[in-house]
């Protein structure tokens, strides 16, 4: 029997409350499962954290365990709606390009209808006179770009999910691209 295919997950979701991040990542392993696939949440890592270890080791190692699990991943499926702002969460659009930098393929989602220079303020440019991008699409051009380039898709929204965050038809799309 072959291994399944690993699933790197990204996203806000580790921000939420621990009752909301599990019930939403127990669903997209659920359909990843369904589809023979894996997946690997960034939470999954089995990291022993001490209170008394410096925010800023304890930053660093969070990072090189989140770094080793997407080395043991085959793909990303990436959560890119809007978060603390305009773009999609800093940390997940750094895991989408690390991804892809391995020759990785990166599929993403998001719940956000607009283009990004729309939800930027619909101008040539912002309040300090620098040019917002127009490129009609949902995010920075790199990112969009990056995930197209990787042999990935982007799949956007056409109504709200059942969660701000989540929605399990955005996700299936991007499990049944992975598949294809």
């Known amino acids: 029997m072959t291994k399944p295919k690993r699933i790197y997950l990204a996203g806000p979701e580790v921000f939420f409350p621990a009752a909301e991040h599990q019930a939403i990542v127990a669903e997209k392993k659920r359909l990843l499962q369904e589809n023979g696939l894996e997946g690997v949440d960034p939470l999954d890592t089995e990291l022993a954290l001490s209170a008394n270890e410096a925010k800023f080791r304890r930053g660093h190692r969070i990072y090189r365990a989140n770094r080793e699990l997407m080395d043991s991943c085959d793909a990303i499926i990436a959560n890119l709606t809007p978060f ?97």
Do not use: W
């Open 84 to 180: 603390r702002g305009i773009s999609a969460d800093p940390g997940t659009v750094f895991e989408v390009g690390y991804m892809i930098g391995q020759g990785k393929p990166a599929f993403g989602f998001t719940l956000e209808s607009r283009y990004y220079r729309e939800r930027a303020g619909a101008t040539d440019l912002d309040e300090l006179g620098h040019t917002i991008e127009d490129f009609e699409m949902s995010d920075n051009l790199m990112i969009e770009g990056g995930i197209y380039s990787s042999g990935g898709q982007l799949f956007v929204a056409e109504q709200p999910g059942e969660h701000r965050y989540f929605s399990a038809e955005l996700f299936r799309r991007c499990v049944r691209a992975i598949k294809k």
